[in-house]
């Protein structure tokens, strides 16, 4: 499969990732009388990433994350030769999806921006945590999402089950963290969002390319030390079933 194939697979997946996500706290979190809550919203972008990863995780390897792509990069996982592709390729795609959700919320006459699904601290955390506690968040959960992604990718871990495992740690990852920083584990998903908004949302997008990049690095780097064993490339784990 050629790089520009898998590229196009990655935009698709982290829209898909994006547009349900988001959309979902978007317009269903809060919803009069039905709203989904914080464990709506979670299941949601747990649900994104374990469809998109059936779909095309034999195809790409399914990353919809810059800070997943180069935590694979440095557990030798993913080539570095392959990451700006990729990481162009998702940043495109969650704006993208940033954008239909926009085009959508225009559609209601009485429509309020609020924050946009942003991610943020301080004054724009959900729950007004300081940037100390939105950073240790983000790093630890998303060196754990990697640890996860990396165990259940093995080749010694049980076949077929990874996209479940990695919904699944992604639901918990924001069960944990959307009163911290509304969870963003994901510079990709945090960028498409703040584009829309401008203001303190940019200003704040620095913590949520740093932070989730460090905690990838963190778990490739744990995973590698104590964990791994030579292994063959995320797309060829993610392929078989």
């Not at 968040?137 to 998303?142: A, F, G, M, R, S």
């Not at 990049?213 to 063959?232: H, K, R, W």
Request: glycine residues 12%; proline residues 5%.
């Amino acid at each position: 499969m050629s790089l520009l194939k898998r590229s196009i697979a990655e935009m698709f997946g982290t829209f898909w990732l994006v547009f349900g996500g988001c959309g979902a706290a978007i317009f269903a979190a809060a919803y009069p009388g039905l709203g989904i809550g914080f464990a709506g919203v979670a299941l949601a972008f747990g649900l994104t990433v374990l469809t998109m990863a059936f779909a095309i995780g034999h195809i790409s390897g399914c990353h919809l994350n810059p800070a997943i792509s180069v935590g694979l990069v440095v557990a030798k996982r993913f080539p570095l030769k392959e990451l700006p592709a990729y990481v162009v390729a998702q940043v495109v795609g969650a704006i993208f999806a940033s954008g239909a959700l926009f085009e959508i919320l225009l559609g209601k006459p009485d429509y309020v921006l609020g924050n946009f699904a942003c991610n943020g601290y301080g004054a724009h955390s959900p729950g007004g945590y300081s940037l100390e506690s939105c950073f240790i968040t983000e790093v630890v959960c998303t060196a754990f999402f990697l640890i996860v992604i990396l165990g259940s990718t093995d080749e010694r871990a049980p076949k077929g089950f990874a996209p479940i495992a990695i919904g699944l740690v992604l639901t918990l990852i924001h069960l944990i963290s959307i009163p911290v920083t509304n969870t963003s584990v994901n510079p990709a998903r945090s960028t498409g969002q703040a584009l829309f908004v401008h203001g303190w949302a940019l200003s704040q997008l620095w913590l949520f390319w740093l932070a989730p990049i460090l905690g990838a690095i963190a778990g490739a780097v744990i995973s590698s030390v104590f964990f791994a064993a030579p292994q063959e490339p995320i797309r060829e784990a993610m392929s078989k079933g």
